[in-house]
């Protein structure tokens, strides 16, 4: 069914007995409700029927949206699951997705995942998907069985998970999406181009039949305890510590929620991987913090989308200028780590205004003051799908006001004929002592469909600006950017094995603030991707780079001074992942500033069940420099291993070595999830130099924590 706008239509009913979710489609009220049915294509054959059967069919009743599923198959042996963790990866294994927009605005909303073995993913998309939050976490359920004829779900979502506007006659967007591995084939309820995904709110039909809904309290208070023995590297006694803390959750409004922590700990996040640095610029770590990943994509700033289809598993977009990036909260003006007594945030939506505000108080260390870090973060819906907000963010001392950095900004998305965006910012930073050009801004324009995606894009970041609760690469440039590819699916060619060819180019280049070239870089390729997913890229980079002082690219090793210009060839294959064995080669070869790099990197991944994962990654690079003592060889080795008990009990462990820096180290991490939102922790971490006789650093921190909702 269609309403007079052309949108697709599915009614929910009430069910008057409870559902129970197992999975099994027996309850009445699945017979009662008409079903969402008729999928259509995005991938491979865009505008064409699905090729195998889905039926979805809604409920509710007080507390409770339902949602029942049918995913019909003609060959149910050969169902993809590869594994049942929380916030799984979906792309290798057979899913169904279910998108709700709450406000009914077709640019917000929430996704809801399983696969037919009910593993859970859920994700907060913002902005027709240019903000994307998989980090977010809800209280649902979802079972699935493998049956006869394919296989079935049940999802329960409690209306308190959900953000929505309270009142009569309000309709929701939704939307349905499911892959069927095996054929690599993606499909919509309501048709999306193959350009976007299920985050696309604006292609969604619409929910009806809703009745007057009241979220009721929306109170969650999660307290937690924390204790371990830790011992640095080259220490010689444990120290011993045990704390603990809280974090609230309240719904202010329907649509907005306070989030408050008090001695937060982020002991149990995963550790980072450890990566090799052959430039003169600083490495970029994501954040993994819970409490600020949830809900980051509010605090986003600028740029065309993030999560547009990536062309090159070489040169994804780099990020020159983060306005706002959490992991520097904690951080003191000389980049050194302290704890923080806690925080708040404010999140949501109020008089057509997307709001974000957050302040978090960090502790005295070593006598200095606590560093205050505050941003505030607002935008206005425009049109059907545009936006202009601002942002102010500010580090400073607590009862030191000689010390300071703040930031201000403004920023505009503008989209125009479905798949036209221009985007831009503009920003000044002021801190104390700092002289010089304190501006940034950039200025994109992009167009992606189907068959094209093309990109440009101007930004400029003065020499003075410093933004200390943000990632700057590099200072005192005007970066000019293009970007284009090509889709290219013809019939022939896949009846040869071949989905997809996508030749691209990219260029980035940079100027120094009198006009003179400080850097450029090109990137002309042509991935080929095959129909079981595995793909080639080629690719070919011309290189220049002028640097005006030396810097350090290995111990005792430096670059001088001067320009620099030389070619690289990069080869990439990536193997069909949905496999028991799959694997990932890369290699990079050619000049290298004034000799030559040979790197390879090699990924073996083995799943021999959908409860265990081995991923082995090696990565070496031969350098040889025209330079005095210039060449070495760097090694870095990654050992990852998973096994799930159940969708709610995991092991991990993550065991890393490098030898430039000769540096051992091991993650092992046991989470059970033994209520909604409530874990158990055990973390062990051990860190070695292997060319020292100091002692190993060790560790053993075991967390609880317990979510109560009233």
């Not at 006869?148 to 939704?174: C, H, M, N, S, Y």
Request: aromatic share 12%.
């Amino acid at each position: 069914m269609s309403s007079p706008d052309g949108r697709r239509q599915v009614t929910a009913v009430q069910t008057a007995t409870p559902i129970t979710i197992d999975g099994t489609l027996d309850e009445k009220v699945w017979t009662q409700a008409a079903p969402a049915t008729g999928f259509i294509q995005a991938d491979p054959l865009e505008g064409q029927p699905a090729s195998e059967d889905t039926q979805v069919r809604i409920a509710y009743d007080a507390d409770y949206l339902y949602i029942g599923v049918l995913c019909r198959d003609t060959a149910p042996a050969g169902i993809v699951v590869n594994e049942i963790r929380k916030d799984f990866a979906g792309r290798d294994q057979d899913t169904f997705d279910v998108m709700l927009d709450t406000f009914g605005d077709r640019r917000n909303g929430f996704v809801f995942s399983t696969n037919a073995k009910g593993a859970k993913a859920d994700t907060q998309i913002a902005n027709e998907g240019r903000d994307v939050n998989s980090n977010w976490d809800a209280v649902w359920w979802v079972e699935a069985r493998i049956t006869a004829e394919g296989w079935t779900a049940e999802f329960r979502i409690p209306f308190k998970t959900l953000r929505f506007e309270a009142g009569d006659g309000r309709t929701w967007g939704v939307n349905f999406a499911r892959r069927v591995r095996r054929k690599n084939e993606v499909s919509y309820w309501s048709p999306v181009s193959r350009a976007y995904s299920i985050y696309r709110a604006s292609a969604a039909g619409t929910l009806l039949g809703l009745p007057s809904l009241r979220q009721g309290r929306n109170l969650r208070i999660k307290p937690f305890v924390v204790g371990g023995a830790v011992r640095g590297v080259g220490g010689d006694a444990f120290g011993r510590d045990l704390s603990g803390g809280v974090d609230i959750k309240a719904g202010i409004t329907p649509s907005l929620t306070l989030d408050a922590t008090l001695n937060p700990d982020f002991a149990q996040a995963e550790a980072d991987e450890q990566q090799v640095n052959l430039t003169q610029f600083s490495l970029f770590f994501p954040e993994k913090r819970e409490f600020f990943l949830e809900n980051a994509g509010i605090f986003y700033f600028g740029d065309i989308p993030r999560n547009q289809r990536q062309t090159s598993r070489f040169r994804p977009p780099e990020e020159d200028l983060l306005l706002f990036f959490s992991r520097r909260i904690g951080l003191s003006s000389g980049g050194e780590q302290e704890s923080l007594y806690g925080g708040a945030r404010l999140t949501g939506r109020a008089g057509g205004f997307t709001l974000g505000l957050m302040t978090m108080q960090g502790k005295e260390t070593d006598g200095k003051p606590g560093q205050n870090f505050t941003v505030v973060r607002m935008r206005r819906d425009l049109f059907k799908s545009s936006d202009i907000g601002a942002i102010v963010l500010s580090r400073q001392p607590s009862g030191d006001s000689r010390d300071f950095n703040r930031v201000a900004g403004v920023d505009a998305n503008f989209r125009f004929f479905k798949n036209l965006s221009i985007n831009g910012f503009a920003a000044r930073s002021d801190s104390q002592g700092v002289t010089g050009n304190q501006n940034a801004a950039k200025a994109s324009i992009g167009w992606e469909d189907s068959q094209k995606r093309l990109q440009a894009s101007l930004m400029t970041i003065g020499e003075g600006f410093k933004d200390d609760l943000g990632f700057v690469r590099r200072s005192g440039v005007t970066r000019q950017f293009y970007d284009g590819a090509l889709f290219w699916q013809p019939e022939s060619l896949r009846r040869r094995g071949i989905r997809q060819l996508q030749p691209h180019a990219r260029m980035w280049s940079y100027d120094d603030r009198h006009g003179a070239l400080v850097s450029r870089t090109g990137h002309v390729a042509n991935q080929t991707t095959l129909n079981n997913g595995s793909y080639f890229e080629y690719a070919f980079e011309p290189r220049t780079e002028v640097i005006g002082r030396p810097f350090v690219i290995h111990p005792s090793v430096a670059i001088p001074a001067g320009r620099y210009d030389w070619m690289q060839h990069l080869l990439l294959y990536e193997g069909d992942h949905s496999r028991t064995f799959s694997g990932t080669i890369r290699a990079t070869l050619g000049e290298f500033w004034s000799g030559t790099q040979k790197t390879y990197q090699i990924s073996l991944l083995y799943r021999p069940t959908y409860r265990i994962v081995f991923d082995l990654g090696l990565q070496v690079s031969d350098i040889d420099l025209q330079l005095p003592e210039a060449s070495f060889t760097t090694m870095l080795v990654n050992v990852r291993s998973g096994y799930s008990f159940s969708s709610s009990m995991f092991l991990d462990t993550l065991v890393q070595y490098r030898n430039d820096v000769r540096q051992f180290s091991a993650n092992v991490r046991f989470n059970l999830i033994h209520r909604p939102l409530s874990d158990f922790f055990i973390v062990y971490n051990e860190s070695q130099f292997t060319d020292t006789t100091q002692t190993a650093g060790r560790g053993v921190v075991v967390k609880y924590t317990q979510m109560f909702a009233f």
